[in-house]
């Protein structure tokens, strides 16, 4: 069969190859189709293909090393062009290089396509390699066609199939992620839970260190507000944008609830965060600021006083730690307050960085707003650089230029309270890493910090390949890991970056970013059609984070294909160990509740996203990355965004005071009964197998945009026993049955006979011809697992016995180990009693079935059951712990 052999060929030859084709080897070799593909200047664009996640297209699919070898094919009508090449830049050293392609003889088996191909090295060092493919028909003896095939889709997919177009530009480039071999990153994030804690809004446990109203609040007439103007802590956070009442005109960062490090600590105790399977806290920031949201830092050596003392932020961490739990702090590197010692613009620091004054003070030309002089001038930037600071509009001026002249100063979105730092000059080097314990991040990681969450990290160092000369994160990550100053050697880096974070996720700088591209994948697959403010044409939801100017786009529905290649969007970008270090997001304190997203996208039905919330959960516990939960999810704790100017508005509405029953108020009804039950059974299956929890993900077996399900797997190995899971979800109002295939061969290692659970439902389904077909109920999953290669909870422990009146009161500790001492977590209990301390647990001496409070336990975490009339009667009891997948440990008799 003659195919195109090469790039070039003589005008003669080529008439002649192409007549011999069609007239004697032609009706030989090939089907006929109703065109005829040729050389003749025009490119037959719908049979030109490349997909990224398919080996056949590309042989190394996802992130790979340096030191390798790439081969890209191209797919093309038969003898359709005459060459083609590929166009590769290298992001790190902004270099371009050419490769040309040849036909791919040895794997070309068709008889309709054309396969040409190119081997792509990855180059001696980490890097990110963006790829396109310029195709010709240029036969000589017409006008020459060239074209280009892109990724089309860069900003919300990226890889797979892309498109042909008549021109290009860099932003529509197939990616090809190289990472450092030695990339490490710390398990306990790749296996953990993660709850954040916006501070202020969680739970008071020390009224004494209450903020007053009136606070001085960047020279606001009358200063702060506590409590939307009430005492209530459990109140309607008050509109600063007027549309409803309470209403409170401008107050955003300066309405202050009370809560503290105290309150946290003693839901730790509790054993609230236990009972959720919680093994990371993340907290907004605690460091000294004039907001209540702290992302003002006018000291990041103390914790703010609001929040309490660094006793507090010590007792927290002991807790944490006696928990299992590690916490994560928020850095704000990139700026710091106007109302900080540092900038001082009110003048109420003194020259030893001392709050001398509760208003505007005196000049003593020690802060950099103050005085040309002080020491911290060259910190910032003085004049702007393009981003002033503005106070309503106007600009914003510090009188510390040359004679006391007026200078504008850099500030971050232009927020005058929020000026911008030199991250890079010596000086604040040294304040924030490069001095040891006397900076920030090796001090707090010393004294008790795990991680570090980097606020608008892009700001201080945009990443390897964007700048391979800034080292702000490779320097941070040495210091706080530098085990002989902080103790520690796996402290976590945690980027925020709504977009594509693969420049700093290359091995030596961040570990994992806040993965809003999960967030929006979610949101698009859970859409079945919105109406009123922020919908267009009853299929596109827009708020102020997901719209076409956002990196998260408008929301819309995904089908399961759609979805599958949103997913594998992600993974391919990223480094496999990042990946599945994820934080994976529902909502955060920049976001609206994800409650009301789900409801504005679900025909503004709110008991339909109660619903898609557990489905959420379904697929965050079981999918790669760490499931993470926004405080006040778990109860379905929401409250609707605010339509203003054109957009649904987020801020403040997603800063809810949490609905503790202890707390005085009732604006916000924590729902017990739906949401959080089925958080802490997903949380369970998920402690209780290994796979879901770091395992690979073998996406998309299962895609039927017909029936509206996606299938996917969990694979996880340690080379002496193996898991699977398999996940199916129905998007669907109707219940579908699906098939599972393949599942004899690698990575599944099904044998036929294999016994699977539904950890999820209940019910059992053997492997049968390498298959198991299953039923997968309406806006629902399943979750198969082998339950023979499941944990078991440990025996309960803490057991003691105590007699009030005429009643017995027992207690336990939650059980959060399984047998081995990995996490797990028991979410229910059953009480036998007999007479004797040996007696044996039946049905018929069981006498409660007992679940792990909804708000935490005693004072030090301990669940409780009264057996009322028990006491002086003898009785011993045991007490049996079991997980979600039914799994169970019984205590001794006491």
């Known amino acids: 069969m003659v195919r195109s052999a090469g790039p070039r060929r003589s005008h003669t030859a080529l008439l002649f190859a192409i007549l011999t084709f069609m007239l004697v080897l032609g009706p030989l070799f090939r089907v006929q189709r109703a065109y005829a593909a040729s050389a003749d200047c025009n490119i037959h664009w719908s049979e030109v293909l490349h997909d990224t996640f398919d080996r056949n297209y590309r042989s190394i699919v996802g992130a790979t090393t340096p030191n390798n070898t790439i081969r890209l094919r191209l797919r093309v009508a038969q003898s359709d062009i005459t060459g083609a090449r590929v166009r590769v830049w290298n992001d790190r050293t902004n270099t371009e290089t050419y490769y040309a392609m040849a036909w791919d003889g040895g794997f070309d088996t068709s008889s309709t396509y054309d396969w040409w191909y190119a081997d792509i090295p990855t180059g001696s060092q980490p890097t990110i390699l963006y790829y396109f493919f310029e195709i010709n028909d240029a036969p000589g003896w017409c006008s020459a066609d060239q074209d280009f095939y892109i990724d089309d889709d860069v900003k919300f997919y990226g890889g797979g199939r892309g498109a042909m177009s008549d021109g290009y530009n860099d932003s529509k480039s197939f990616q090809i992620t190289v990472y450092d071999p030695n990339f490490s990153v710390p398990s306990w994030m790749q296996r953990g839970v993660v709850y954040q804690i916006f501070p202020d809004r969680f739970r008071d446990g020390n009224s004494a260190n209450n903020p007053p109203a009136g606070r001085f609040s960047y020279n606001r007439p009358g200063g702060a507000i506590v409590r939307s103007n009430q005492s209530n802590w459990n109140y309607t956070v008050c509109d600063p944008r007027g549309t409803y009442s309470p209403s409170c005109s401008g107050y955003y960062g300066d309405n202050f609830y009370g809560g503290d490090l105290k309150g946290i600590t003693d839901k730790i105790n509790q054993g609230y965060f236990d009972n959720l399977g919680v093994t990371v806290l993340y907290l907004n920031p605690i460091f000294r600021a004039p907001s209540n949201h702290k992302y003002d830092t006018a000291d990041y050596m103390v914790i703010d006083p609001d929040f309490g003392t660094l006793t507090d932020f010590q007792n927290l961490v002991t807790a944490a730690n006696n928990h299992g739990i590690k916490i994560i702090l928020d850095g704000v590197f990139n700026h710091t307050s106007s109302d900080s010692k540092y900038f001082d613009r009110y003048s109420r620091y003194d020259s030893s960085g001392n709050l001398t004054s509760s208003g505007v003070g005196s000049d003593d030309n020690s802060g950099a707003c103050e005085s040309g002089s002080s020491s911290f001038s060259s910190w910032f930037y003085f004049p702007d650089i393009g981003t002033p600071g503005r106070d309503d509009g106007a600009l914003a001026y510090c009188y510390n230029g040359s004679g006391n002249s007026a200078q504008t100063y850099e500030a971050w979105y232009g927020y005058s309270s929020l000026p911008k730092l030199k991250a890079n000059s010596t000086a604040v080097r040294q304040l924030i890493w490069s001095n040891g314990l006397s900076s920030v991040g090796p001090y707090w990681t010393q004294k008790g910090a795990w991680g570090w969450r980097f606020d608008v990290g892009g700001d201080v160092d945009p990443g ?309 077909t299953i039923t997968v109920n309406s806006n629902w999953g399943v979750v198969l697992i082998d339950r023979t290669k499941a944990n078991a909870p440990a025996k309960p422990s803490g057991l003691s016995k105590s007699t009030s009146g005429s009643n017995v009161i027992i207690s336990w500790n939650p059980v959060v180990k399984d047998t081995g001492g990995e996490r797990e977590l028991a979410i229910r209990y059953e009480i036998f009693r007999g007479t004797s301390s040996s007696f044996t647990p039946s049905s018929s001496n069981r006498i409660a079935t007992v679940y792990p409070p909804d708000f935490g336990g005693t004072s030090t975490g301990k669940i409780t059951y009264t057996d009322v009339g028990a006491a002086g009667k003898g009785y011993y009891y045991k007490v049996r712990a079991f997980n979600a997948v039914n799994k169970y440990a019984t205590s001794s008799g006491f």
């Open 464 to 772: 390897l390949t964007h700048d391979p000369s800034n080292d702000y994160w490779e320097g941070f990550r040495a210091a706080v890991r530098n085990s002989s100053v902080t103790g520690k050697s796996d402290v976590l880096m945690l980027g925020e970056e709504w977009g594509d974070a693969s420049a700093w996720l290359l091995g030596n700088e961040w570990d994992s970013v806040m993965n809003y591209r999960f967030r929006s994948a979610l949101l698009g697959w859970f859409f079945t059609g919105c109406s009123g403010n922020g919908c267009s044409g009853g299929t596109t939801f827009y708020d102020n984070d997901s719209n076409d100017g956002s990196y998260s786009g408008a929301i819309s529905y995904l089908s399961p294909s759609q979805f599958n290649a949103r997913l594998l969007s992600i993974w391919e970008d990223y480094p496999p160990m990042a990946f599945k270090a994820m934080m994976n997001l529902a909502g955060s304190h920049d976001t609206n509740r994800v409650r009301f997203l789900l409801k504005k996208i679900n025909g503004d039905n709110d008991s339909t996203a109660a619903q898609r919330m557990k489905e959420w959960y379904i697929f965050a516990y079981t999918y790669a990355g760490a499931p993470t939960i926004y405080y006040g999810d778990e109860m379905g704790l929401n409250h609707d965004g605010v339509y203003y100017n054109g957009k649904w508005e987020d801020d403040p509405y997603n800063r809810l005071p949490f609905p503790w029953p202890d707390a005085s108020g009732s604006s916000y009804v924590p729902d017990t009964t739906n949401v959080l039950p089925h958080m802490r059974k997903m949380a369970s299956i998920r402690l209780s197998y290994r796979a879901l929890q770091d395992g690979d993900v073998q996406h998309g077996l299962i895609i039927d945009d017909a029936k509206k399900v996606y299938g996917f797997a969990r694979t996880w190995s340690n080379g002496s026993t193996s898991q699977t899971a398999l996940i199916a979800l129905n998007r669907s109002n109707s219940a579908q049955t699906v098939t599972f295939s393949g599942l004899n061969a690698a990575p599944y290692n099904l044998a036929d006979g294999t016994t699977l659970t539904d950890a999820l439902n209940g019910g059992t389904y053997k492997v049968s011809g390498g298959a198991v």
